[in-house]
């Protein structure tokens, strides 16, 4: 990665253009059964899609704070980076009453309506499918809507790697803050630099598991098996999924 990256989105810039066709994200859902590969490039365009939306569709202004009501999956993962780009705070499961927009998926739909801002739902279904027949009251269906936006996005105004970039747990993280724990944490993690591919069952709301599900990845050139529910896979499926992913490191 490039020493002078400062933000998240920095590094996502980054490994664009060092290797764009290379995995970043692999998704398992064990509830489900489902499997999404992201490589860098389609991972980048959702990315630039969401932030457009959240720029353009919501008119969202850096230090506005989007709680994320969601759990560990590769469309929170687009979303957390989203957030970067715009220079909009992402709050992991923060306070909806004191949030100026909401994300919401299953199980914090009714939380979410607390927010007074805009709200948008997510169905977390195999391949990110849209609602049936709508989305739930009070939201718009993220499926719906994303499509329509732009495929590459700039910034009105420069992101500062010094603002407040993501909170979680109760803690307040710049962007700057975001990346260099990230890259510290890497090589604890097993993420030795390109090729590296770490397993996390972990989830989304603890530094940890962001760290593990996303941010580290991403700052050492490596990528991530992200799991949800991983609990409900017995050991001989995790171990077949290790081998065939070239599973490198695990976090559980």
Same mark, same amino acid.
């Given at each position: ?9 920095? #590094? ?10 290379? *995995? #970043? ?6 509830? $489900? ?33 989007? @709680? !994320? ?12 980076? @989203? =957030? ?17 927009? +909401?994300?919401?998926? *299953? ?5 979410? !309506?607390? =927010? ?7 169905? !977390? ?16 269906? /993220?499926?719906?809507?994303? *499509? ?5 996005? +700039?910034?009105?105004?420069? +992101? ?11 803690? %307040? /993280? ?10 510290? &944490? ?40 992200? =799991? ?7 050991? &001989? @499926? ?6 065939? %992913?070239?599973? $490198?490191?695990? @976090?559980?």
């Amino acid at each position: 990665m490039n020493a002078t990256d400062r933000t998240p989105a920095d #590094l996502l810039r980054s490994a664009l253009a060092a290797d764009p066709a290379r *995995p #970043l994200v692999t998704f398992y859902d064990d509830a $489900t059964g489902e499997r999404v590969e992201l490589s860098v490039a389609t991972f980048a365009n959702w990315v630039a899609k969401t932030s457009n939306l959240l720029q353009d569709g919501l008119s969202a202004e850096p230090g506005d704070r989007v @709680a !994320l009501l969601l759990p560990a999956h590769w469309q929170t993962a687009v979303w957390l980076l @989203a =957030c970067a780009s715009v220079g909009v705070v992402a709050d992991m499961g923060g306070d909806p009453g004191r949030a100026d927009f +909401v994300v919401a998926g *299953p199980g914090g739909f009714e939380a979410g !309506l607390a =927010c007074r801002g805009e709200r948008y739902a997510l169905s !977390l279904a195999p391949l990110g499918r849209r609602f049936v027949p709508g989305p739930p009251e009070g939201y718009s269906d /993220y499926a719906v809507e994303v *499509p329509s936006f732009g495929d590459r996005f +700039v910034p009105y105004a420069p +992101v500062d790697p010094e603002a407040a970039a993501l909170i979680v747990a109760g803690a %307040e /993280y710049t962007g700057a803050e975001v990346v260099e724990m990230a890259r510290a &944490e890497a090589a604890g993690l097993g993420l030795t630099g390109p090729g590296s591919r770490l397993l996390s069952g972990l989830p989304y709301d603890t530094w940890e598991g962001l760290s593990a599900g996303l941010y580290a990845p991403l700052a050492s050139g490596g990528s991530v098996v992200l =799991c949800r529910n991983l609990e409900q896979a017995d050991g &001989e @499926a995790v171990a077949k999924r290790i081998e065939s %992913e070239r599973v $490198t490191a695990t @976090a559980r």
